[in-house]
């Protein structure tokens, strides 16, 4: 049986130095409650390090998360990267971590990165410079997410920033990219007018939201038998009835 | 000025060695979707980029070659690639910086 289930894959926390500091596990979960979402993905940059709190911290709510990171490629490219479980998230932070520059945030520059419990307590900060672009291709990226049983979406691929047309301007010849995401920006139907290169993958839209507001201001419809990564690939794919609305 | 008397000039390190064509100007950028709208037929490309991408673009374009500046060494299918596209690739250990102040000293210029 296929159930509606409406989706924002791409919320940030306050482990994003960009984001605000309001972007806490548990007002992440009520917000997107309010906001009548089904799931949400928490993809932070480069990071997963909050992926677990929010999880936890969803427990028992109407609200099913999806473990991600958001990765940027050498290209400078942003693939939202999505997991079934917390340790795929975890074991594909610990390629990104080995793949990122060795330097330092600078809190006063580029923003805080906190890592929380679920009850939004202060563990630590995380002092990696987060902001940056991993030695991972594009193709590596979703070579790992793939081992991972993951997917990898290109992000906001019409932001002239970090999306996938903006910096490389060209879908690569024999991407892995099965779908790829919208910002709040676009409608899909004016994207595959503006980007021919879309072709006839599957277009989600998420709000990439870095404050509690902006959360499920751009969303998926999704048709799934349950809310899983595996549910949404095939969705993607159009398997069995289940569809990207 | 032919590609051959500027590489020898850098002392570049040839990766994938293409036809020897009249370089018609340069242009220096990691961005992607920038040389795809800026970059002209027959310009030498200087980029820290060592992506499969970069062949890509210079196949499309038609440059005359590209530079992997800056000790970066392109990867393998990069090479596989410009192989196959017949794109004439080099690495040195020059900045990006340094290549492009001698190329201009030798005269190349930004396209028109």
């Known amino acids: ?245 | 000025m032919l590609l051959s008397k500027l590489i020898s000039s850098l002392d570049l390190q040839p990766v994938v060695s293409g036809d020897d064509i009249e370089v018609t100007g340069g242009y220096v950028s990691d961005l992607m979707s920038d040389v795809l709208a800026n970059a002209k037929s027959g310009n030498l490309w200087v980029t820290n980029q060592r992506h499969v991408n970069v062949v890509a673009v210079a196949s499309l374009l038609g440059l005359s070659g590209v530079i992997v500046a800056g000790n970066a060494e392109p990867d393998e299918n990069t090479v596989e690639k410009a192989q196959q596209e017949k794109v004439s690739l080099y690495k040195t250990t020059l900045s990006a910086f340094d290549v492009v102040g001698r190329l201009y000293e030798l005269g190349v210029r930004a396209p028109k």
């Open chain 1, 1 to 245: 049986m296929l159930s509606r289930y409406e989706a924002d894959l791409h919320i940030h926390t306050l482990l994003s130095p960009c984001a605000e500091v309001e972007m806490i596990p548990p007002l992440i979960v009520r917000r997107a409650v309010e906001a009548g979402l089904d799931i949400i993905g928490i993809a932070d940059h480069n990071s997963a390090e909050n992926v677990g709190a929010v999880v936890e911290a969803a427990a028992g709510s109407s609200v099913k998360v999806i473990p991600g990171m958001e990765c940027e490629s050498a290209e400078g490219v942003h693939v939202l990267c999505l997991f079934e479980k917390v340790e795929q998230a975890e074991s594909m932070q610990e390629v990104v971590y080995a793949a990122l520059p060795n330097l330092v945030n600078q809190e006063g520059k580029l923003g805080q990165q906190m890592v929380v419990t679920a009850e939004a307590e202060f563990v630590r900060y995380n002092d990696r410079l987060l902001l940056a672009s991993t030695s991972l291709s594009l193709d590596d990226i979703v070579a790992e997410v793939e081992a991972r049983c993951g997917i990898a979406i290109p992000a906001h691929v019409d932001r002239r920033a970090y999306g996938l047309f903006g910096v490389l301007g060209f879908m690569p010849e024999g991407a892995g990219f099965p779908a790829v995401e919208v910002s709040s920006r676009m409608t899909a139907e004016e994207a595959r007018k503006q980007h021919p290169d879309i072709a006839d993958r599957a277009i989600i839209r998420s709000s990439d939201a870095h404050v509690l507001d902006d959360i499920g201001s751009a969303r998926t419809v999704f048709h799934l038998e349950h809310r899983s990564v595996a549910e949404i690939k095939l969705a993607i794919a159009g398997v069995g009835g289940r569809m990207v609305e």
